[in-house]
């Protein structure tokens, strides 16, 4: 391989858009300073409204974190103990979490293997009369099939809950990721699409009735100052993230091309590749390419990675271990076949918008040297 490649292609690398907007961000966080309002200042009010704008939602609410988003969409829609709620094992272990943390319990169905997320007929099959809800998760960037989910929640009368941490930007026929559910929930931790710096999340929705309830429950269940009606959380959008979001999210849509060209890069350079299973993405979905996630069909998965790595690539496993199957849901017990062998087969190659076609070029040469 070139001697290039001692130069080192991280997994992601966040310091070419932070350089790009150092000037701005830096001025984001000293307006904050001067100002001294810290909490639900008129920056987490504005970057609140500039989401919706972006989205096409009529409601956007800043939490602390894509998990807690999750969790209070769904202490909002008031699911806990005794109710069942539907999702994919193929995704990070927050999705299960904020289901198990409100009381019920998540049912594991198999995902598309093409796609990686979830299958709607084995959704249709898991339910029961305690099913309440939904969560498709719109995984590496690409669009749960949610046409097809909603037809099979509706008759149900099903909570449709969008786990879009990893999405921001993508459209599937159109609209945007986030709004295509009863409710959205929205990561912004760092390495995402659009990336604070630390934890931030956001909640998403066109029911002002349940957006009033998600602002009560993320300042302690209280509607007044010391006036608490419901056990709530304090999970708030931090003023200071919320002013350098605002600064970048009038980039996203660039970086967003940004990485679907790196992913035209890929799909290029490793056409030919023997044992490499490119992603697919679906007709009508805009993928942004939160990964760029590949098989290795051989069972080097492994291999690869550690060669990489020799050769100062890095990579990543989302997920090693299906959620099914990690200690904490021993006892669910489920067979799903899918997510287990995608789950020993996935590698997510290096994926930023600053990467340039010799550095994909560099990786795609270094995969094809551990599978000759």
Known sequence: MSSETNLPIPAADLRPQNYQLRTQLVAAVESVLERGQFILGPNVHAFEHEVADYLGVAQAIGVNSGTDALILALRALEIGAGDEVITTPFTFFATAEAISAVGADPVFVDIDPNTFVVEPEAVAAAITDRTRALIPVHLYGHAAPMNELAAIAEPHGLALIEDAAQSFGGRLDGRRLGTLGHVGALSFFPSKNLGGFGDGGMVTTDDAELAE???????????????????????????????????????????????????????????????VITPRTLPDVEHVFHQYTVRIASGDRDLVARKLREHNIGTMVYYPVPVHRLPVYATVGASLPMAEKAAGEVLSLPMFPHMTEREVELVAQGIKTCLR
């Open 213 to 275: 309830r998600v602002r009560w429950l993320r300042t302690h269940g209280s509607k007044r100052k010391y006036q608490n009606e419901m056990i709530g959380y304090n999970t708030r959008l931090d003023e200071v993230q919320a002013a350098m979001l605002r600064v970048k999210l009038p980039h996203v849509d660039v970086w967003n091309k940004d990485r679907q060209r790196v992913a035209q890069h890929y799909d290029h350079h490793l056409r030919d590749v023997k044992g």
